[in-house]
């Protein structure tokens, strides 16, 4: 059997050393015959690329700069520069052990397209998971990707897994952090890829500093990767515009507010189209920069929350004000859904498919 042992590494000083040497004593153990062990880092700024130095003559192991951050960066760039047809990849942190590959072998040989190390399969050893995301996050997330792309995963943000390099170069992957791990299930599902899962163990990380992991930002980008996928959102969407504009039709100043709201929905069209053409073009201009660089969603959600209080204090003689602020609150958010889907799935990091150029 031939294969890549590809880790993502940054600032992992303390664990990437062992690591490449338990990667090196499992190759061996299983007798493979053709393999190489890639780390992949993207800018570590401790003496993680010294520690690396001791297997720079060794002619299994080979270190990728990658130039674009992050850990699904790290990952992509991995996954298309490897040498061979499949590749297990795990964390540089030893919260994975990688003798565990021998449990990936027989999904290999049924030639899946991507193989899952499940930990909620196995085994989750004490203190090896922050109680939030061994309870919630990773649940939560998980049950959503079965439930909106029937894939029978388990464990969607493990990082211990076998992907088939030619399933992957078929998908068009386009988020660079950790996100990436929901992405990769969520379109493995979309493009019907042979999947299976193995039960795993997981252990304590031994990199003893804080993960690279910030939850609540990291459970958000995942939370938007797997809903903005599935058009049902927007449909949902849509239907609640159609039902507005029937209601607004009986009432007599209906002339001045479709005036509004016409332009409003042009100028928010023209928002978009600046938005899918640094999507085409890979090139931001300078409307699109801008709105990447603001917190749209947060802004959506104090200007919804506002307009909500506003509907509850407004006596009922005011209908055609409470109709316009209904109006406002869904042009709005149906806009912000565009562009963050766009955002999201459109306009990405990982945009550069000649892996030279990147790395
Ligand atoms: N190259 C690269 N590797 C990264 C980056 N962020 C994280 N990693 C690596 O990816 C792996 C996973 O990161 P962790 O910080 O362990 O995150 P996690 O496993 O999701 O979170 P924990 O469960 O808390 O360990 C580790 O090997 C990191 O060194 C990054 O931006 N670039
Ligand atoms: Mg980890």
Request: proline share 3%.
């Amino acid at each position: 059997m031939t294969l890549t042992i590809l880790i993502p590494c940054l600032n992992e000083e303390k664990t990437i050393a062992r690591c490449v040497q338990v990667a090196q004593a499992t190759a061996k153990k299983l007798k493979l015959t053709h393999y190489e062990i890639l780390v992949a880092d993207n800018g570590s700024t401790d003496h993680t690329i010294q520690r690396l130095q001791r297997f720079k003559n060794q002619k299994n192991v080979r270190i990728m700069h990658v130039r674009t951050k992050g850990y699904g960066a790290a990952l992509h760039y991995g996954i298309l520069s490897a040498k061979y047809s499949y590749i297990f990849f795990a964390d540089a942190d030893l919260s994975y052990d990688f003798h565990q590959l021998v449990l990936f072998l027989p999904a290999i040989q049924q030639k899946n397209d991507l193989i899952l190390g499940s930990r909620f399969l196995g085994k989750i050893e004490p203190h090896s998971m922050p109680f939030l995301h061994q309870y919630f996050g990773t649940p939560l997330l998980t049950f959503l990707i079965r439930m909106i792309y029937r894939i029978p995963t388990t464990d969607c943000n493990s990082g211990m897994r076998v992907v088939k390099k030619s399933f992957y170069k078929k998908i068009l992957m386009k988020n660079n952090g950790m996100e990436w791990a929901s992405e990769l299930l969520v379109k493995t599902a979309l493009l019907g890829g042979k999947y299976s899962e193995v039960p795993i163990t997981f252990r304590k990380d031994q990199r003893g500093k804080h993960s690279h992991l910030k939850s609540w930002r990291d459970g958000w980008r995942h939370l938007k990767v797997i809903v903005l996928l599935k058009p049902f959102s927007f449909v949902i969407a849509a239907l609640l515009s159609i039902v507005f504009a029937a209601l607004s039709i009986s009432f007599s100043q209906v002339t001045a507010l479709s005036w509004v709201l016409l332009s409003e929905f042009f100028s928010f069209s023209f928002l978009i189209l600046k938005e899918l053409e640094e999507a085409m073009t890979n090139r931001p201009n300078r409307i699109s920069h801008f709105l990447n660089g603001i917190p749209l969603v947060v802004i959506g959600i104090i200007f919804t929350t506002f307009a909500i209080a506003q509907l509850l204090v407004l006596p009922g003689q005011y209908s055609m004000i409470k109709i316009f602020v209904i109006a406002q609150v869904l042009f709005f958010d149906i806009w912000l859904f565009f562009i963050e889907t766009i955002k999201t799935h459109l306009i990405s990091p990982l945009h550069n498919t000649n892996i030279h150029a990147a790395v």
